[in-house]
């Protein structure tokens, strides 16, 4: 498998980016392209055994940076590292894309100018991974799309299902909406108009879910519009943000605390890793014409390495063939007047 | 001060709403009447020294419970102790009505059967109060209305803000709009049409803000509409539910852990304390013609105590008043065709 890497995406790149793409070369054996500027990455490859790796470097002459708005890069970088890399996905010189760079600027390269919409997807979605206690939970839409319409959160619904199933290995799984009350009936006319098209039309869908069922894994897919679900992982990340705030905080203000904080270094490593969105490493973007995995900016090398896994397993998972067909077989979920 | 309390409103009532009356009785010294059944309520209140303090009981036959629809309750149990507690507030019995019980069916019957909207307001929205590192920020609206209109937004802004400066005594609230991203031209249509209509409003409206902002103290009330205030608050309180669990469950797996757990208490109650929504206790329902806060289900007596004591501040602060006032000095805010 050929994975491209954007060398210039995280916020410290191109370390951990590099690092990650060791990582991932040793453990899985697969060619990975790292995409950027040539020199900083052969200096920063420099700083590790890559005896028996297949590493690949493609020139790219610009970098979008977190401050660029996704509006403007398009036409704006045209060299950059994600234009670049996305074109070799394109023109099938890699089967698929991994940056922890600007996430807005990924989504309008990906979509407008590089890989574009798989035939009859209305808008690609960006997901979210959850994965708390062991267990990996697809969240779509995150942010690419504010104002969203029902027949876009039903293909949300398909491709995330698509993706649980083929990518995550997970049978029959369970689609569920996001909504401010369980019962049919709950939610805002969107939703209430998403639910009527997502019963009956192939994937298993178990009705509304409130954050607390979806925290609690008891859906596979929760389908929610742009708006709402970037509100919650982005409420998800502030309030982990100030609760182990708040515990370092408060584990630091007399000695038996502090203490109690090195003792209990191990039990919390173990919460961390539970609830660690690095653990997943990155999410796809689903809809586009191929495989593209967006991670965190503050992504470190072993976030960089568990993106490429996520990558290569939609590649495996054949994930845009599957979607390609989803569309075509669901003909109530074919693109309508759009 | 006379404040109403439904004695029947918590998850365990009527164990801690009366006891959450006679802490509240004897801390401010106001007459609490306590509505419900009332040889329940006089066996709870035997359980307790109530020498010397002001609690009356008003019968009230039937109760909501939290499996009450709301839209069935207004006409169905047109004697519960909502209905009744609520009317004793219309009729000038009491100045506030503080109920644990079912939100929806407080909201239906405040708005619907007994208080009613104050002349001008759209639609009343329910609020939360987040006590954050000793700070309140209140968001608004967080589920009395799932599909919103600008306006709308607009009055939440004015209430919110009435409710921080005269309850919360904080000069000059710092009003934001919850969004996708803090930059002007982000979120949703109805975001961008709210934020128009909040600049040159009188209220001090600083633009839009991401829940890390909000979290985080920058703004003193949060306006949102109510799917997507209903989606944070209850992200919020599942996520801090799995982190928590999270933690005892790691603390408890080896003899290190253990003692660290051990040691680790004082600091974790100091922490919960800090996230803790019982310390504010309840949150007002605002746009009705009437103080009305409404607390969690789950509350305990030292979170009915506070839950009055908001009902106090509110009262205290003429807050229904000037919200009467604010519609009627801001042209721009008042009714419009709706």
Redesign the interface.
């Known amino acids: 498998m050929r994975i491209v890497l954007d060398a210039m995406g995280s916020d410290q790149h191109p370390g951990p980016d590099v690092e990650g793409a060791v990582l991932a070369a040793r453990e899985y054996g697969d060619t990975i392209i790292l995409v950027g500027d040539r020199a900083t990455i052969e200096r920063e490859l420099g700083r590790h055994d890559t005896t028996g790796l297949t590493l690949e470097i493609v020139h790219a002459p610009q970098k979008i940076v977190m401050t660029d708005k996704p509006a403007a890069v398009g036409r704006g970088k045209p060299e950059s590292s994600m234009h670049i890399g996305l074109g070799l996905v394109k023109d099938g010189q890699g089967d698929a894309f991994v940056t922890a760079g600007n996430t807005g600027a990924a989504l309008a390269v990906a979509t407008l100018h590089k890989l574009h919409r798989i035939q009859g997807v209305h808008r690609p979605a960006l997901s979210t991974i959850l994965s ?2 062991g267990q990996s939970i697809v969240l779509l839409d995150v ?1 690419a799309n ?2 969203t319409r029902a027949e876009w959160l039903l293909q949300y619904g398909l491709m995330g299902s698509i993706y649980a199933e083929r990518a995550l290995k997970r049978s029959r799984p369970r689609v569920a909406l ?1 909504s ?1 009350g369980e019962e049919a009936g709950k ?3 969107l ?1 209430q108009e998403a639910a009527e098209l997502l019963t009956g039309s192939g994937v298993n869908f178990i009705g509304n879910a ?3 069922e ?3 894994g008891q859906v596979d897919v929760a389908v929610m519009d ?3 679900g ?3 992982i ?10 182990f705030d ?2 370092r905080q ?2 630091m ?1 007399d000695t ?2 502090k ?6 270094k ?3 490593r ?2 961390h890793r ?2 660690d969105p690095f653990e997943i490493g990155g999410a796809p973007l689903l809809g586009v014409d191929g495989v593209v995995i967006i991670g965190h900016g503050r992504s470190n090398a072993v976030a960089v390495k568990n993106a490429i896994r996520q990558a290569r397993l939609a590649v495996e998972g054949q994930v845009v063939d599957a979607i390609r067909q989803g569309l075509t077989q669901a003909p109530a979920i074919q693109e309508q007047s759009d």
Chains 1, 2 share one sequence.
């Not at 203490?259 to 209990?264: F, T």
């Open positions: 708390l206690g942010g504010t104002d996001l401010n939610g805002t006319a939703v409130e954050p607390k979806i925290l609690h742009g708006f709402s970037n509100v919650m982005k409420t998800l990340e502030a309030l982990a943000q100030v609760v708040l515990i408060e584990l203000v038996r605390s203490v109690a904080g090195l003792l209990a191990p039990a919390f173990r919460v539970q609830i």
